[in-house]
């Protein structure tokens, strides 16, 4: 378990930095923390890039990033629904893109598939 988060949290900036390509080039949105009222939005990605809605936080808002699963919930995957089995465990280092179309989800499977 270890060496999977240790391997988790180096390749955590590469899968950032492929999502936020693969939104860029297929429309694809994020979930955003609104600072007035704590909320969430989604947000495109594209728009973030040009600076309508900035990633950072900048128009009032702050995209809700994946991030790692909790060591605690690991382990608690691993035991009841793996068998122990470490090599199962596929979703440490994870994120999510949200679409508004069926096009949009098909021009990030060909981004990926590149």
């Not at 969430?40 to 995209?63: H, K, M, Q, T």
């Not at 280092?93 to 069926?102: E, K």
Request: with cysteine.
């Amino acid at each position: 378990m270890d060496q999977l988060y240790v391997q988790a949290t180096c390749l955590e900036p590469i899968l950032l930095g492929k999502v936020r390509e693969w939104a860029a080039a297929s429309g694809g949105c994020f979930a955003a923390r609104r600072r007035s009222g704590g909320g969430l939005d989604y947000v495109r990605f594209d728009a973030c890039s040009s600076g309508a809605a900035r990633p950072d936080g900048a128009d009032g808002a702050d995209i809700k990033w994946g991030g790692l699963k909790s060591a605690h919930r690991a382990i608690e995957k691993v035991i009841r629904a793996y068998g122990q089995d470490v090599s199962r465990l596929l979703d440490v280092c994870r994120q999510a893109i949200v679409f508004d179309s069926l096009r949009d989800v098909s021009a990030c499977l060909g981004a990926i598939a590149g």
